[in-house]
C-alpha cells in the first residue's frame, strides 16, 4: 500500500500527528511508500524547513517568505493552492489540516487537480459545502472526513442509502469549561479556556470547544457531508470523549465508533481507507474503562448547538458568515479584548445583519466572508475591553 500525499498544516497539532503516522506506515510498508511531496505552513518556518528534511519532500508553502534551498518553495497567502497546483497529480491524496477560513482555496485546488481529500478542515465545509462538495462530485474524488466525530460517523454508515438513516449524533467532550457555571464562563481567562482535559489541539480549536461551536461547525461539516438535514442531526456532551459518534437507523439499531482520544487513529483511517492496517495509537483498555457518562447539552449555555442549525436552514452563505464572525471574536478573546461570554452573542448579531444569499462561486464565499468579518470587527470594538 503506498500513496502520494501533500499536507497542508503540517505544523500543526493535526500535521504533526500526521506525520508520526506516516512514519509508522512507512515502518509497514516501506521507508519508499507513503511519499510526501508537499507540505504547507503558516507561519512556523523552523518547524516546516525539519518536516521538509525529515520526509525529503519536494515542495513547501508557508504564508510568509522563506527559501530553502534544494525545495520549490512557495510563499504568500495562495501559496498553499500555488504548491498542489504545481505539484499534484490526479489520485494523490491531499491532508487538508490548515485552521479556518484560510484553508478553504487549497482544498478547492487539490480537487481541481483531481486529487482525494483527508478533511481535518472543517471551516471549509461551513463556509463553502455546497461549492466543495458539488466539486469533489464532478471531478470523481473522495472527501474522507479526519475529524475524530466524522470519521466516526462515516465508519458507522459507510455503504448505508442515506434513506435508512433515523439521526447522527456527534458527541462532544463539553471543553475546558464544562464543570464551571454559567456566569463563571463568562468571564473565563485564555488560560483557563486553553486547559482543555481530554485534547491537545490549536488555541483556536480549544476555543471553539470551550463554547461548543466546535461542534456547531461539526453539525454543518455533518450535513455537508452525509447529506443529512437539520433534524436528523444532534449532539450530547460525554465527558470521556470515547464514543465520537454514533448513527441510529430508521429500524431503531445504533451503531457507534468508539477509540483512545488520539487523532492518530482518525487520521491514519482516512490515510489507509478503505483498508485497515496496525495502528500507532493507543487502544482502549476494556478493564479499566469504567462507565460511558452522556448527558444532554443546555442551549442558554451553549447557544452555538442551536444557531447552528439555524444556519443549515438558512443555507446559502449563512455558514461563510457564521465562520467569518466567530474566527474574528476567538481572535478577539485570545489577544485578550473581549470576554469569552460576548462571543456568542456577536456572531449571532453578525448573522443577523447580513444578507444571506445564494452561492455560485468562490468569490461569493469571499465576499460573504469579507462582509461578515467587517461587521464582526465593529462589533468587537464597540465591546470589547482589556481584560
Same mark, same amino acid.
Given at each position: 500500500?503506498?500513496?502520494?500525499?501533500?499536507?497542508l /498544516?503540517?505544523? !500543526?497539532?493535526?500535521?504533526r #500527528?500526521?506525520?508520526? =503516522?506516516?512514519?509508522h506506515l512507512?515502518?509497514?510498508? /516501506?521507508?519508499?511508500?507513503?511519499?510526501?511531496?508537499?507540505? /504547507?505552513?503558516?507561519?512556523? %518556518?523552523?518547524?516546516?524547513?525539519s518536516?521538509?528534511?525529515?520526509l525529503?519532500?519536494t515542495?513547501?508553502s508557508?504564508?510568509?517568505?522563506c527559501?530553502?534551498?534544494?525545495? $520549490?518553495?512557495y510563499c504568500g497567502?495562495?501559496?498553499?493552492?500555488?504548491?498542489?497546483?504545481?505539484?499534484?497529480?490526479?489520485?494523490?491524496?491531499?491532508?487538508a489540516?490548515? &485552521?479556518?477560513?484560510?484553508?478553504?482555496?487549497?482544498?478547492?485546488a487539490?480537487?481541481?487537480?483531481?486529487?482525494?481529500?483527508?478533511?481535518?478542515?472543517?471551516?471549509?465545509? &461551513?463556509? *463553502?459545502?455546497?461549492?466543495?462538495?458539488?466539486?469533489?462530485?464532478?471531478? !470523481?474524488?473522495?472527501i474522507?472526513?479526519?475529524d475524530?466525530?466524522?470519521?466516526a460517523i462515516?465508519?458507522?454508515?459507510?455503504?448505508?442509502?442515506?434513506?435508512?438513516? +433515523?439521526?447522527?449524533?456527534?458527541t462532544?467532550?463539553? !471543553?475546558?469549561?464544562?464543570?464551571?457555571?454559567?456566569?463563571?464562563?463568562g468571564?473565563?481567562?485564555?488560560? %483557563?479556556?486553553?486547559?482543555?482535559?481530554?485534547w491537545?489541539?490549536?488555541?483556536? &480549536?480549544?476555543?471553539?470547544s470551550?463554547?461548543?461551536?466546535?461542534?456547531?461547525?461539526?453539525?454543518?461539516?455533518?450535513?455537508?457531508?452525509?447529506?443529512?438535514?437539520? $433534524? $436528523?442531526?444532534? *449532539?450530547?456532551?460525554?465527558?470521556?470523549?470515547?464514543v465520537?459518534?454514533?448513527?441510529?437507523?430508521? @429500524?431503531?439499531?445504533?451503531?457507534a465508533?468508539?477509540?483512545q482520544?488520539?487523532?492518530?487513529?482518525?487520521?491514519?483511517?482516512?490515510?489507509?481507507?478503505?483498508?485497515?492496517?496496525?495502528?500507532?495509537?493507543?487502544?482502549?483498555?476494556?478493564?479499566?474503562?469504567?462507565?460511558?457518562?452522556f448527558?444532554?447539552? @443546555?442551549?442558554?449555555?451553549?447557544? +452555538?448547538?442551536?444557531? *447552528?442549525?439555524?444556519?443549515i %436552514?438558512?443555507?446559502?452563505?449563512?455558514? *461563510?458568515?457564521?465562520?467569518?464572525?466567530? %474566527?474574528?471574536? =476567538?481572535? +478577539?478573546?485570545?489577544?485578550?479584548?473581549?470576554p469569552?461570554?460576548?462571543?456568542?452573542?456577536?456572531?449571532?448579531?453578525?448573522?443577523?445583519?447580513?444578507?444571506?444569499?445564494?452561492?455560485?462561486?468562490?468569490? @461569493?464565499?469571499?465576499?460573504?466572508? $469579507?462582509?461578515?468579518?467587517?461587521?464582526a470587527?465593529?462589533?468587537?470594538?464597540?465591546? /470589547?475591553? #482589556?481584560l
Amino acid at each position: 500500500m503506498s500513496k502520494r500525499l501533500f499536507i497542508l /498544516g503540517s505544523t !500543526g497539532s493535526i500535521g504533526r #500527528n500526521a506525520i508520526e =503516522v506516516i512514519q509508522h506506515l512507512q515502518s509497514i510498508h /516501506g521507508k519508499e511508500s507513503w511519499e510526501v511531496v508537499g507540505l /504547507g505552513a503558516g507561519l512556523n %518556518e523552523s518547524l516546516l524547513l525539519s518536516q521538509a528534511t525529515l520526509l525529503n519532500v519536494t515542495a513547501i508553502s508557508l504564508m510568509k517568505e522563506c527559501r530553502c534551498d534544494g525545495i $520549490k518553495t512557495y510563499c504568500g497567502e495562495e501559496s498553499a493552492a500555488e504548491m498542489i497546483r504545481a505539484h499534484a497529480k490526479r489520485g494523490d491524496l491531499v491532508l487538508a489540516a490548515v &485552521v479556518g477560513f484560510a484553508g478553504v482555496a487549497s482544498v478547492l485546488a487539490a480537487i481541481e487537480c483531481g486529487c482525494d481529500i483527508a478533511l481535518a478542515n472543517k471551516e471549509c465545509l &461551513v463556509a *463553502a459545502g455546497e461549492l466543495v462538495m458539488l466539486a469533489a462530485k464532478r471531478a !470523481g474524488v473522495r472527501i474522507v472526513p479526519v475529524d475524530s466525530e466524522h470519521s466516526a460517523i462515516f465508519q458507522c454508515i459507510e455503504n448505508s442509502p442515506s434513506k435508512d438513516i +433515523a439521526k447522527v449524533v456527534l458527541t462532544a467532550s463539553g !471543553g475546558s469549561l464544562r464543570s464551571m457555571t454559567q456566569e463563571e464562563m463568562g468571564t473565563a481567562t485564555v488560560e %483557563e479556556v486553553l486547559s482543555h482535559p481530554t485534547w491537545s489541539m490549536g488555541p483556536k &480549536v480549544t476555543v471553539d470547544s470551550a463554547s461548543l461551536m466546535n461542534k456547531a461547525l461539526e453539525l454543518i461539516e455533518a450535513h455537508w457531508l452525509f447529506d443529512i438535514g437539520s $433534524k $436528523k442531526l444532534d *449532539a450530547v456532551i460525554h465527558p470521556q470523549s470515547i464514543v465520537h459518534g454514533f448513527v441510529e437507523f430508521s @429500524d431503531g439499531s445504533v451503531v457507534a465508533q468508539m477509540s483512545q482520544p488520539d487523532m492518530k487513529l482518525p487520521i491514519q483511517y482516512s490515510l489507509t481507507w478503505p483498508n485497515r492496517v496496525e495502528g500507532c495509537g493507543r487502544s482502549i483498555d476494556w478493564k479499566e474503562l469504567g462507565s460511558l457518562e452522556f448527558e444532554p447539552i @443546555d442551549h442558554d449555555r451553549y447557544p +452555538a448547538i442551536q444557531l *447552528a442549525h439555524h444556519v443549515i %436552514e438558512l443555507g446559502g452563505s449563512a455558514g *461563510a458568515v457564521l465562520n467569518a464572525a466567530n %474566527e474574528v471574536v =476567538v481572535e +478577539a478573546f485570545l489577544t485578550q479584548i473581549l470576554p469569552f461570554g460576548s462571543m456568542g452573542a456577536i456572531v449571532e448579531e453578525v448573522i443577523a445583519k447580513s444578507t444571506i444569499s445564494h452561492l455560485t462561486d468562490f468569490g @461569493d464565499v469571499q465576499a460573504a466572508d $469579507k462582509n461578515a468579518r467587517a461587521i464582526a470587527s465593529e462589533l468587537v470594538a464597540s465591546v /470589547g475591553v #482589556n481584560l
